[in-house]
């Protein structure tokens, strides 16, 4: 969970030379047809996004229409923080392919007894596949960081459970793996040099095996929102959101002079290095856990509903470009962003119950943009976006933008005037964001046309205010003028 992600580190010194450098140079075999077994594995086989469902949330949907509303917003995706059986029976005879999770508390039991874990597998893997498409357990949640007098536990746990799939012929269709923290990686940038935090390795040699042995991945939870968090000045917001970089913002792996446009790449190969190093180089690695949180505390002030909406929005595009990673371009890790609700149960910091992308009754906490990631998502706002000023730009420079946009640049600027519904709050910054998005959107929302020399920002929450109507896109333009 996020809270237990943020011992992930990055040392500050080599993020530096990162950038020093770059300036100088992821059927049973019950009764279904095998052609159906493997139309779904090989579905499985593409790159997917999909969501992490916790429980905490005070007005959580009836499972019936909760499946019902991942039907709807097209989600085929999901991870449970257990195996809740009314929830896995009303998947059933859908298309939806769901992680289910052994709890924490649970490890002691399972892991000291075959005859439990064959018990645990009966009642929530064999009572409910191939009805409902299980297609991997998870078994405890970053053990190793978390609970770590558990960890000698966490093996035969694992092996015990994979065995009970064996024994119910289920072996090769469900999963069975762990997922990790990124702190049980050390030196981690740049990626080349990472490896696995030796007091661990007891078990994750043994582990790695197993994985390899029976193809099932590792789990990862990464988080570069902790990476930014812990290492502010160092890692610019930019690399962590996916945003697009000139390549003196690129990341430089001097060891093997890879580029890393964005963070989540750079963790990702971290992971494939700390595997090689231990010989293992076939398992592939699974997110099971990333996000941004869109609220929090004073202390969190870049836990906002734009960078959250940025880094999710980019974070789909990013594994549906099937580009993969520098190291492994030929894989595309699969991703389970955490999460789908806001658990606004959770206790304290705000960041904790601010992860999810829409609140217990659906309303949808931030609007993504995602066209062009297929049929994903119902929760699009690529029609929705705006053009505002940013923060802390001098009054000057903000009124020289100002100008040329209600000038040259041609904005509809009648509605800032004395006496005109948007002329309160009568001050530049109020209307020049009119300003920039009258101009933005008369430009059809084109490439570049929301900068003014850098002093403006797109958004998507929607600015306006009391009569002030900010519009959304309406081509008025009849060419493309940049200031």
């Keep these: 969970m996020p809270v237990t992600s943020m011992s992930s580190t990055v040392p500050p010194l080599f993020f530096l030379f990162f950038f020093i450098t770059i300036f100088n140079l ?84 399972i892991g000291s007894s075959n005859a439990t874990a064959a018990s645990w597998i009966g009642r929530n893997v064999v009572a409910y596949y191939p009805e409902t498409l299980i297609t991997a357990i998870s078994v405890g949640d970053e053990v190793l960081t978390t609970v770590p007098s558990s960890a000698p536990l966490l093996l035969p746990a694992i092996e015990s459970l994979y065995n009970a799939l064996v ?99 750079a963790m990702l190969d971290a992971a494939y290095v700390s595997m090689k190093n231990l010989n293992i180089s076939d398992v592939a690695v699974l997110v099971t856990e990333t996000g941004w949180p869109s609220q929090g505390d004073k202390m969190e002030p870049h836990a906002t509903i734009d960078n959250a909406d940025t880094y999710t929005s980019n974070l789909i595009k990013h594994v549906f470009d099937r580009t993969g990673t520098p190291l492994r371009p030929e894989v595309t890790p699969s991703v389970y962003i955490y999460e789908l609700f806001n658990e606004d149960k959770r206790a304290k910091p705000v960041s904790e119950a601010s992860w999810g992308l829409f609140y217990g009754n ?47 640049g041609r904005a509809n600027c009648s509605e800032i005037q004395p006496g005109e519904s948007c002329y309160q709050p009568n001050n530049v910054k109020g209307h020049a964001s009119f300003a920039f998005n009258s101009y933005y959107q008369q430009e059809g929302r084109a490439s570049g046309s929301c900068d003014f020399k850098g002093v403006a920002m797109i958004t998507t929450t929607d600015p306006s205010h009391g009569s002030c109507i900010f519009l959304e896109a309406r081509r008025l333009g009849t060419g493309h003028r940049r200031w």
């Design 26 to 109: 992821s059927i049973s075999a019950k009764s279904w047809p095998l052609s159906q077994e493997n139309k779904i594995q090989e579905q499985d086989r593409d790159p997917f996004v999909g969501f992490n469902i916790g429980t905490d949330v005070s007005s959580l949907l009836p499972p019936p229409d909760l499946v019902k509303f991942l039907q709807t917003q097209k989600i085929n995706h999901i991870r449970l923080y257990d195996a809740d059986p009314e929830l896995l029976k009303a998947l059933a005879k859908t298309k939806i392919r769901v992680i289910i999770s052994v709890p924490n508390n649970q490890l002691l039991a």
């Design 167 to 265: 024994a119910s012929n289920l072996h090769t269709q469900i999963k069975v793996s762990t997922p990790h923290a990124a702190s049980i990686m050390m030196d981690t940038f740049p990626p080349s040099q990472a490896y696995f935090n030796q007091t661990w390795l007891s078990v994750m040699s043994p582990l790695l095996r197993f994985l390899s042995k029976t193809g099932s991945p590792l789990m990862m939870n990464l988080y570069p929102y902790y990476v930014y968090m812990q290492n502010k000045g160092v890692v610019p917001l930019d690399n962590c959101l996916f945003e697009p970089l000139t390549p003196a913002k690129e990341m430089v792996d001097p060891n093997t002079l890879l580029h890393y446009t964005n963070v989540l790449d």
């Design 362 to 408: 659906t309303t949808p906490v931030y609007l993504l943009h995602v066209s062009g990631s297929g049929a994903f998502l119902a929760n699009d706002t690529t029609n929705k976006t705006y053009c505002v000023a940013m923060d802390g730009v001098d009054v000057k420079t903000l009124q020289a933008a100002l100008d040329w946009a209600c000038g040259p």
